[in-house]
């Protein structure tokens, strides 16, 4: 690159002597020359100058920006078991700020915006100079050099002044109380993120001894108006008594001492929603009683291209299947409920761990599934949820075979929860869990789900599929990551 460079002001250098001996040799007296070099030649030189001053930082802070976003995240997420961890994070706190600081220079200063404006008026100089040279364009009515020497002169200085006024235009959009507000900004999203990595840090080794007691649901951490609260959710009135801290400290990311608060809920009972177009209501032809769900939506075998519809397998299991593995019995085949229990799929696979609750149906008697959503459209993407999904409650969206349109936003990631399940060949129940599971609250009082819209897709507000539907209870519905689902199931979202 620094070769490049160098050619490149080499023949720029080429070119501007090239004009002063052109100047040398025009039929003018010395004064005229003297003036052309001054308001010609001169001003090229500065502009040039200043357009690669400008192309440099911008080329500078890109490079250091793009290394600097790339590395943040690794130092944030290193194992916090490491002897050296305390060090990793306070070297991605300087980082996260020298980061947020450029980018407030850069918004501030715009230098991609400062160079072109600079080349555009050099090469417009230029031009001129051409046609003057030339006698050429606009200069072609007149009959010397001499004759158009004055409005060379005009439109140069025209050229000059509209240079001038957008370099003021440019100053006066940057103050320091802008700058400052705009590197504060990016400070402060940058330590909130670090904060709540260090917050992950703190509450991960406690929620799993939490969900080793056998009366605790879940233990979602929940951002209410910005305030991390961990939310333990316990059957009925169990004792919580000297088994669950009422607080959890940590070190926040201006190393200070920090604490989290901890609110126990009782009563939570979680179940499944087991109550062809996305959300409509489907069950087992031969099902649990009054079982039955929502189907999810269209999927593409990843080697066949074969298509699909995917809903939860507690929606769509018989009695005599078993949980894990699925083993066809003869009871595979699904009925879709608004046109009067008619068999509209087949159960080809299905998966129940710690992970999923997914059964592929092939659609038979000549259905077929909807690609799109009521009153959403077809995901035609997906994405895995991250902690900005949680720091700022994402907003997300589904279709229910009973809650019918819903929206929510997402308050927690990578969770376990303990579900409770019909037992095989039994209306009795057993809690299963399962991990990684993504935690939606409603927008307004009512609930985001209710039972029945299990297996529904959920969208986030740009239309990418993050999961289906697994369950809830209350205000809490629970999500299966659609990247689990793809993976255990070797499927894709579209047919490409």
Not at 32 to 42: A, E, G, L, S, Y
Not at 97 to 104: F, S
Request: aromatic share 10%; net charge negative.
């Amino acid at each position: 690159m620094a070769q490049s460079n160098n050619n490149l002001e080499k023949l720029l250098k080429e070119r501007m002597k090239e004009y002063e001996d052109l100047i040398h040799l025009l039929p003018l007296d010395e004064s005229k020359k003297q003036q052309i070099n001054v308001c010609f030649i001169n001003f090229i030189k500065i502009i040039e100058r200043l357009a690669d001053k400008h192309l440099f930082l911008n080329t500078v802070t890109n490079i250091t920006v793009i290394i600097l976003s790339a590395i943040v995240p690794v130092l944030i997420n290193i194992n916090t078991d490491r002897a050296d961890a305390k060090q990793i994070l306070i070297l991605a706190t300087i980082f996260s700020v020298a980061l947020a600081i450029l980018n407030g220079f850069r918004q501030s200063y715009k230098f991609n915006e400062r160079w072109q404006n600079y080349r555009e008026t050099a090469e417009h100089l230029i031009l001129e100079g051409q046609s003057y040279f030339a006698l050429s364009g606009k200069y072609s009515i007149f009959p010397t050099h001499d004759h158009a020497f004055s409005k060379f002169i005009e439109n140069v200085n025209a050229l000059r002044t509209k240079q001038i006024a957008s370099y003021i235009s440019q100053l006066m959009t940057v103050n320091d109380k802008e700058i400052a507000k705009s590197v504060t900004e990016e400070v402060k999203a940058r330590l909130v993120e670090i904060d709540a990595v260090k917050i992950e840090n703190a509450i991960a080794p406690i929620r799993l001894e939490l969900m080793k007691i056998e009366n605790v649901v879940s233990a979602p951490l929940i951002y209410e108006n910005g305030i991390p609260i961990l939310k333990v959710h316990v059957n009925d009135n169990f004792n919580t008594d000297n088994l669950i801290p009422n607080k959890v400290y940590y070190q926040g990311a201006d190393n200070s001492q920090k604490e989290i608060a901890v609110s126990i809920v009782h009563d939570v009972n979680p179940t499944t929603h087991g109550l062809v177009a996305p959300g409509d209501e489907i069950a087992n032809d031969n099902p649990y009683k009054n079982y039955s769900g929502s189907a999810g939506g269209r999927l593409y075998d990843s080697s066949t291209n074969e298509e699909y519809f995917i809903t939860c397998y507690h929606v769509v299991k018989s009695p005599s299947h078993s949980w894990d593995p699925f083993i066809p019995n003869g009871n595979e085949i699904v009925n879709i409920i608004k046109d009067g229990s008619v068999r509209c799929g087949k159960i080809i696979k299905a998966f129940h761990d710690d992970k999923v609750d997914v059964a592929v149906i092939k659609l038979i008697n000549n259905y077929r599934i909807q690609g799109a959503i009521n009153g959403i459209g077809t995901p035609y993407f997906k994405r895995p949820p991250n902690p900005n999904d949680k720091i700022y409650q994402t907003k997300v969206k589904m279709y229910g075979a009973v809650s019918k349109f819903s929206v929510g936003f997402i308050a927690d990631i990578e969770q376990l929860v303990k579900l409770t399940y019909k037992k095989v060949d039994s209306e009795d129940l057993e809690v299963h869990l399962i991990r990684d599971v993504i935690f939606v609250h409603a927008l307004s009082d009512d609930t985001f789900s209710k039972p029945g819209d299990s297996g529904s897709f959920v969208v986030d507000e740009y239309n990418y599929l993050i999961g289906i539907l697994l369950g809830g209870f209350k205000d809490t519905s629970y999500v299966i990551p659609i990247d689990s689902i793809l993976d255990r199931t070797k499927t894709k979202l579209t047919r490409s």
